[in-house]
């Protein structure tokens, strides 16, 4: 019997990626592994209204907004959305200020202070909070 035949029969749909393709899901599979280990793992649930309530809380109130991620140079999704915001607007102030005294635009780079900054306030927060 073939993959694809026993999934239909199992009301299962099979993924999407290509064949050898390691890379196509990686990023659904990290977040799984890590809702895995730092949630699911840790307790039992009564039913699955507290179940989904525990998971939704866990990815609106903790993941998204404040874990750090590997693939935002290990600050929050809040912090790196301010960080960002913040070099835009330097960005916008010096190419105003450039225009208006018609010297060479400033150069802006990303903080990387700035950003060492938040990552050590995120660890001394995450200290306290233990």
């Known amino acids: 019997m073939t993959f694809g035949k026993r999934c239909k029969e199992m009301g299962v749909r099979p993924g999407m990626g290509t064949v050898g393709d390691a890379y196509d ?58 960080l960002n915001v913040q070099n835009k607007d330097d960005a916008q102030i010096h190419k105003l200020a450039s225009s208006v005294d018609n010297s060479e635009p400033a150069k802006t780079e990303p903080s990387i202070a700035c950003a060492r900054q938040i990552n050590l306030i995120e660890n001394t927060q995450e200290v306290k909070n233990l």
């Open 25 to 82: 899901n990686a990023m659904a599979e990290s977040f799984f592994a890590t809702l895995k280990c730092e949630l699911i793992d840790r307790r039992i649930w009564k039913t699955h209204t507290e179940a989904r309530l525990a998971i939704f809380t866990w990815i609106e109130a903790w993941y998204n907004p404040h874990r750090r991620h590997s693939s935002l140079g290990q600050i929050s999704p809040i912090n790196f959305e301010r």
